[in-house]
């Protein structure tokens, strides 16, 4: 299986930047595709970022051109560049690996625990 931990998060005012990073251990061959959720309390989990095996990219309308998710394969490493942070963007962020870009709640994908990401106004 494939373990994931995260880190990076922390406290940032308006307008500043982050850069989450998560590093993957264990099987990793059968993961094709990454992405980075997020997920406020009491409200569902949300798609920000994803990059498939070939570097393809997808980003959340809300992050569009404010988030940069990269890879370093030989690292095994996942990344999230966050720039111009809103409060809003404020949450927990999490690092997920699936087996393909459209199967990231089934029982194949694997979830970090998440890292914080506080912006103040």
């Known amino acids: 299986q494939v373990q994931l931990v995260e880190s990076g998060g922390g406290s940032v005012q308006t307008g500043g930047s982050l850069r989450l990073s998560c590093t993957a251990s264990?099987?990793?061959?059968?993961?094709?595709?990454w992405a980075w959720f997020r997920q406020a309390p009491g409200k569902e989990r949300e798609e920000v970022a994803v990059i498939g095996e070939d570097s393809t990219t997808r980003y959340a309308n809300s992050v569009q051109s404010r988030f940069t998710i990269s890879r370093d394969k030989p690292k095994h490493s996942l990344y999230l560049q966050m720039n111009s942070l809103k409060p809003e963007d404020t949450t927990k962020y999490y690092c997920v690996a699936a087996v393909d870009c459209y199967s990231f709640h089934n029982a194949r994908s694997r979830w970090g625990q998440g890292t914080q990401v506080t912006v103040s106004s």
């Open positions: 264990g099987y990793t061959n059968g993961v094709y595709c």
